[in-house]
């Protein structure tokens, strides 16, 4: 079956620090792979997401690049903000098909 | 626009009591969703609904729990007698088809479950 399995939080970093939430999966075929942040009191919003091997979504100057060859799809930003504190969440969708979360990294940044 | 509206925010029940959910998609979405995100955990599909027809409620408990999507449009979820596991944050998205055959899913600000 499907599943994704996410580094276990929370990730502590200062304002400025380079951030990396590692995220692997396991799949049939070739899914769609997706970022969600939730913020404290919000529901999930998606962050960015790749469709195909060797895509690069980008958003909010987070990326992610969908590595086939290792079944990754990690999460990364140059420099964090405190604004950025939340829980982020790794997906997978096969075509047509629902989505399949990992259980979560939660980002806390201190100024 | 408006984003996908879920009424209670929060609700506390004593175990064995029932409870209702209500979810509002996004104006114009066809696919509806419900997930279980238990505390620690990411969300869980429960049921998916296109239009006001189940495509998937195959981890929905149905002993327990029931939802419907009458009109194609907003949905509720039932929860009939709660368990202490039942807590949880129950979330409610809606999607549309968008480019590369992708349903990208909106989600709402959940309703958050406390069974005691």
């Known amino acids: 079956g499907n599943s994704v399995t996410q580094m276990e939080g929370p990730v502590t970093l200062s304002e400025e620090a380079f951030l990396t939430i590692n995220c692997t999966y396991t799949?049939?075929?070739?899914?769609?792979l997706f970022w969600y942040v939730q913020y404290p009191g919000e529901g999930l919003q998606l962050l960015l997401k790749?469709?195909?091997?060797?895509d690069k979504g980008s958003n909010k100057g987070f990326e992610a690049t969908y590595r086939k060859e290792t079944t990754s799809f990690h999460l990364e930003k140059g420099s964090v903000q405190v604004s950025d504190s939340a829980v982020y969440f790794c997906a997978l969708s096969p075509r047509y098909s629902t989505l399949t979360f990992g259980k979560g990294t939660m980002l806390l940044v201190s100024p | 626009e408006a984003g996908v509206a879920q009424s209670p925010r929060y609700k506390i029940i004593e175990k064995r009591q029932s409870v209702a959910f209500w979810c509002n998609p996004i104006?114009?979405?066809?696919?509806l969703y419900w997930y279980q995100q238990i505390l620690g955990q990411g969300p869980k599909l429960l049921i998916q609904f296109q239009n006001n027809g189940v495509v998937d409620d195959s981890q929905l408990p149905k002993d327990r729990f029931s939802a419907e999507r009458l009109k194609g449009v907003d949905s509720t979820l039932k929860i009939q007698p709660a368990k202490l596991e039942d807590s949880a944050v129950y979330l409610c998205?809606?999607?549309?088809?968008?480019?590369?055959?992708?349903?990208?899913?909106?989600f709402g600000p959940g309703t958050r479950l406390t069974v005691t």
């Open positions: 790749a469709t195909k091997a060797d």
């Open positions: 104006s114009g979405h066809a696919t």
């Open positions: 799949a049939t075929g070739y899914p769609s």
């Open positions: 998205a809606s999607s549309v088809r968008g480019r590369d055959t992708i349903y990208e899913q909106y």
